[in-house]
């Protein structure tokens, strides 16, 4: 069943190598901060260091499990410890081990009371992220997706700013009500799975009366929805992430808001196809709501990190549309942009924090014409912003693109109707960098700011390098995610093709103006075509 | 006259029972006949019997013997149980000692006491006949009155003996005149051709007179399990009796005493739910899960009272048990037993968490006096954590997979509406929990608060009237005390207070960090939360083991 590198546990070790970090901290003395500051960095990249040949032996080309491990648990349940990597996954697994020695780098002045505590958490946190995304079996799922929340609930409310403690209980309570729901359907599955196996690989292979579906679909998906989080679900995030401290924003951004995504593709598109059809034009429409909603509402915010926290709402709007255009192409751009929105939001909240750690301001009036004494800040922070904007050459871009032309093709008038969350994209990011960086330094203590030192520079680089990578040759990415994605969306596809056939074959013949303006969106970058 | 016949007397089956009895007696024994104030004799003798009665318990699982024809059976059920029991009676002594010791109360009854009521509990798990289950509900139920009202210089201890024993003198009542009913119109107490009856069709066709008999019956019989286990609407004793009495009264009771109300409801369960699937009794005690698990989680959200929210807590979980032993099937049944042990566990932890914190006299039991625990004691706020994290069914702790069990068990019966009901409340639960855990991590370290019934304080010499709600704090704080005293007028904080106190809202006070109180670390009761720590976690991360044991109990 093993595909590859079965000799060493490597999944396994990746999971509990931060856990035990953290666990190896928690008996250093407290006021040693540097020595335990240091030995959390460290830890943190030999943890990226032990990822990177996951990139490098997984095998291209191939939808199935890939380093996968599975060892009974709880025999008299039948539950495993299941773990594997597929194209889903694997760049969410890395981009964890990425972000996190970066995101630890970056805090290391602005983290000034409980050091140890900090790092401990952020150690635990990690385990939390990889172990939930490379579980199978979906008791284990579960329990690291619950997991995950305690620490995180510790950072945001030890670290946070001033309304920290209100605003980590809601994120709790807003997950948990989902998450719980979730269990209900775990359980059920795990009631009528042969065998009662809980491993989604074998779920697959399940055939569930379409009734059943719905309740099941429904279960997962509000817990899903309320993490992405999609429109109506997502008033916990911009409170969450404007009292979370830098890394604990970044966490929040880049990783966590991706379990819903990974949650949707995962599970309720391959697990549910019947009743993913049926959903296709409410979830979609969710998702064109948040892309324009989560846009409108971030070019009107004051405070910098909540206009970067509503653009997330926006952007994940488009991995959800992507999914759930249920197209090979769409489906292998939202998972490339989750990793995009990963890069780019999670760089563009540590460059928050920077700012934040200068001059403990979030609000845009309090700055201006920072781009004359910080301009080595400036070209960063641009370069972040264009990626986050999706401009061609940048890794926001393709995610983009892929999903825009994929969905266009399942369901044109969602494609339509998203595609200004692009511009709005650029009207606010643009209008953040004219505020802060643009014009007369109109306030005094900006005028002594200092560039960004070579700590932060540190953090910065390699975000903007990868940046760079996905933008010019995603092939690697898009290699990897594609056969994978195309499974995951296979039977939902298929599930309802003879309608959508009909239905295509009647708007080709209806719409054949609208059709054409498609392929000209298409053609506007030839590398994508040949990509498909 | 009927001769005996010595032969047809078997003890087997009492054997664990009697050795508790013998314990119980020896250790009142050995109390009249000391002379000195140590309990270290007693505190041996418990913890050697409860092992010894457990070992003997265990050894007999496989066996079934009957004693008085039947009457009283040992069954892998029963077994279970009894050693479940001796667990709460081993814990219970471990962290009875420590309190005894520091609230100078010389006494052993406390153990004979635990003993005693620990016998009831097997009579009332391995009974087979309604008097005798009636008799263990009594031999139950006393020792707990006298537990409640151990500490004598505290006012709240008797007024919690005293709700407790008028309202459970009630429960008896109602005990009674079921088992009154159901003889009137069945001709027999015995539970075997009762259940038997019930479930193979007779009852139908029996008269509206006789099922009206029965009817009432089993109802009373289960209002008086119910007050007993304080399911809602008969929990009103719960909340006081758990705040007035003692701390190691209280754990036990929370988390042992329900044991026997349960098993026999798994007895009742067992035999007639197969047969009779749509019978009134399902219908009565899923009504009384759903309340009790909804309204316990609603009356707990605002309390300030650690043992309160602890008292509404139990409350709420035996709600969560109540729907294993609704699903009626293997899975269930035997969640039961494992939400019981994980239960047990994370609530022995957190009262000896709560004696740890708590100042002679049961001072410092507010929620707000853990504020910045984790500053003054890291390795109890840690713990403290967890066990209220298991209690919140959050992996991966035990409780965690104690829930999986028994909504996994009413999934199974087709139950998905009760298990999404009890899912929900589970949620709501997680916040007061929460609430909690946010005191103390993210609670200021110095922070303590006033709020203090004032008739219970014993007025201070050296203080002015107004601030007597702080005396508490600095009276235990030895000669630290008047020293705080005079840095709080110095920096005025004392009138806020005073203030505040009026007000009645427990505002915080700054108290700088050399004259924090940080928690006594008495040993064995240190030891006890240690161990629990280790379960707790363990039984999480490898809950194999436990569920290949409590599924011993339907073999």
Not at chain 1, 340 to 357: K, R
Not at chain 1, 469 to 487: N, V
Not at chain 2, 54 to 80: H, K, P, W
Not at chain 2, 376 to 404: N, V, Y
């Amino acid at each position: 069943m093993t595909l590859s590198a079965s000799y060493f546990p490597i999944l396994s070790v990746l999971i509990f190598f931060p856990l035990i970090t953290a666990i190896i901290l928690l008996f250093l003395r407290g006021e040693d901060e540097k020595l335990i500051k240091w030995s959390a960095l460290v830890a943190s990249l030999v943890e990226f260091l032990l990822s990177i040949p996951l990139f490098l032996g997984f095998i291209k080309g191939l939808s199935q499990l890939q380093f996968e491990e599975k060892y009974a648990w709880i025999p008299a349940f039948n539950i495993n410890y299941h773990v594997g990597v597929d194209g889903l996954n694997l760049f969410l697994i890395l981009l964890t081990t990425f972000l996190t020695p970066l995101a630890l780098l970056a805090s290391f002045e602005s983290i000034k009371t409980r050091v140890k505590e900090f790092l401990v958490f952020v150690l635990i946190l990690e385990t939390g992220i990889i172990g939930f995304f490379s579980s199978v079996d979906l008791f284990l799922f579960y329990v690291f997706l619950e997991g995950l929340l305690i620490p995180m609930y510790f950072l945001i409310g030890i670290w946070g700013g001033e309304r920290r403690v209100y605003a980590t209980v809601k994120f709790v309570l807003f997950t948990l009500v989902g998450s719980l729901l979730m269990l209900a359907a775990i359980i059920y599955l795990w009631n009528v799975s042969l065998g009662h196996n809980l491993s989604y690989t074998d779920l697959y292979f399940m055939k569930i009366a379409p009734q059943v579906q719905l309740w099941l679909f429904l279960g997962f998906a509000l817990s899903f929805a309320i993490k992405v989080p999609l429109f109506p679900f997502h008033t916990w995030l911009p409170d969450a992430h404007v009292e979370a401290p830098t890394l604990g924003s970044v966490f929040l951004a880049a990783l966590l808001l991706k379990i819903g995504a990974y949650g949707f593709i995962r599970i309720n598109v391959p697990l549910f196809p019947d009743v993913t059809q049926a959903f296709v034009p409410i979830m979609t429409v969710l998702a064109v709501i948040g892309i324009l909603y989560g846009g409108v509402v971030a070019a009107v915010q004051p405070d910098i990190k909540k206009l970067v926290a509503y653009s997330s709402v926006s952007h994940l709007g488009f991995v959800v549309l992507g999914i759930f255009a249920l197209n090979d192409v769409a489906a292998t751009g939202a998972v490339l942009q989750m990793i995009n929105h990963g890069l780019s939001t999670g760089a563009l909240f540590l460059i928050v924090g920077m700012l934040y750690d200068r001059r403990h301001t979030r609000f845009l009036d309090q700055y201006g014409g920072i781009a004359r004494v910080m301009p080595l800040f400036y070209v960063i922070f641009l370069i972040v912003a264009f990626s986050s904007m999706g401009l061609p050459g940048l890794n926001g871009f393709v995610g983009e693109v892929l999903i825009l032309i994929g969905s266009y093709k399942t369901l044109p008038t969602m494609a339509i109707l998203a595609a200004p969350g692009v511009l709005i994209a650029a009207v606010y990011l643009l209008n953040t960098i004219k505020k802060v960086m643009h014009g007369e330094i109109r306030i005094k203590e900006n005028e002594k700011l200092r560039d960004i030192s070579l700590r932060e520079a540190w953090v910065l680089i390699p975000i903007v390098l990868v940046i760079f990578w996905i933008g010019i040759y995603p092939k690697p990415f898009l290699d990897r995610i594609a056969p994978s994605a195309r499974a995951a969306i296979a039977s939902a596809s298929a599930a309802g093709s003879i309608d959508i056939r009909e239905e295509l074959i009647e708007t080709f013949k209806s719409k054949k103006a609208k059709e054409t303006s498609g392929q000209n969106e298409e053609t506007r970058d030839p590398r994508e075509e040949k990509l498909r | 006259m009927i001769p005996i016949q010595w032969e047809a007397i078997e003890l087997t089956a009492l054997a664990p029972l009697l050795t508790a009895l013998l314990v119980a007696v020896f250790i009142l024994l050995w109390d009249a006949a000391r002379r000195s104030d140590d309990l270290v004799p007693h505190l041996l003798i418990s913890l050697v019997g409860a092992v010894v009665v457990a070992v003997y318990s265990f050894y007999l699982i496989g066996t079934r013997e009957e004693s008085f024809q039947g009457i009283v059976i040992a069954d892998n059920l029963s077994l279970i149980a009894n050693i479940l029991i001796m667990a709460g009676v081993f814990f219970g002594a471990l962290l009875g000692y420590d309190y005894l010791v520091r609230e100078g109360i010389h006494r052993g009854e406390y153990f004979a006491l635990l003993f005693f009521s620990a016998s009831g509990m097997m009579v009332f798990v391995s009974a087979q006949e309604l008097v005798a289950i009636f008799l263990g509900l009594e031999l139950l139920s006393i020792p707990l009155y006298l537990l409640c009202a151990s500490h004598r210089r505290r006012a709240e201890s008797q007024e919690a003996a005293i709700k407790y024993f008028l309202l459970g003198a009630i429960t008896s009542a109602f005990f009674l005149l079921g088992i009154a009913l159901i003889y009137g119109s069945m001709g027999t107490t015995r539970l075997q051709p009762f259940l038997q009856f019930l479930s193979s069709g007779h009852f139908l066709s029996a008269t509206t007179y006789e099922q009206s008999f029965i009817v009432t019956g089993i109802t009373l019989l289960i209002i008086g399990l119910a007050f007993k286990m304080a399911v809602i609407p008969f929990h009103m004793w719960t909340p006081d009796a758990y705040e007035g009495a003692p701390i190691p009264a209280v754990a036990f009771m929370a988390s042992t005493t329900k044991v026997a109300p349960l098993a026999l409801f798994i007895r009742l369960f067992r035999f007639s739910q197969p047969h009779i699937p749509e019978s009134f009794w399902l219908a009565l005690v899923i009504l009384l899960a759903v309340l009790t698990m909804t309204l316990g989680n609603i009356f707990a959200i605002p309390q300030t009272r650690i043992k309160r929210l602890m008292a509404y807590s139990t409350i709420t979980h035996v709600g969560y048990i109540l729907v294993g032993v609704i699903a009626g099937n293997r899975l269930g049944l035997e969640g039961v037993l494992f939400y019981l042990i994980t239960y047990l566990i994370a609530v022995m932890g957190v009262f000896g968490i709560i004696f740890l914190v708590s100042t002679p006299l049961e001072g410092q039991t507010s929620i707000y006096d853990y504020s910045g625990l984790h500053k003054r004691s890291p390795l109890l706020a840690l713990a403290m954590t967890i066990f209220l994290l298991s209690l919140a069914g959050i992996p991966p702790t035990a409780g965690f997979f104690a829930k999986w069990y028994v909504f996994a068990g009413a999934m199974e019966a087709k139950m998905a509406p009760l298990v999404v009901i009890a899912l929900v409340n589970s949620v709501v639960s997680v916040y007061y929990y929460l609430k909690v855990i946010t005191i103390m991590y993210m609670g200021q370290p110095g922070q303590i608060t006033v709020r203090e019934k004032p008739a219970l304080l014993r007025s201070g010499e050296d203080l002015p009237e107004k601030f007597v709600k702080l005396r508490k704090i600095i009276s235990e704080a030895d000669t630290r005390g008047k020293k705080l005293h005079e840095l709080l007028l110095e920096k005025g904080v004392l009138v806020d207070t005073a203030q505040a106190v009026e007000e009645g809202e427990p505002e915080p006070v700054e108290v700088p960090d050399e004259l924090l109180r940080k928690p006594a670390l008495h040993p064995l009761t240190l030891t006890l939360v240690v161990l629990m720590l280790i379960a707790v976690l363990l039984v999480g991360l490898i809950p194999g083991p436990v569920a290949q044991f409590v599924s011993i109990a339907f073999q």
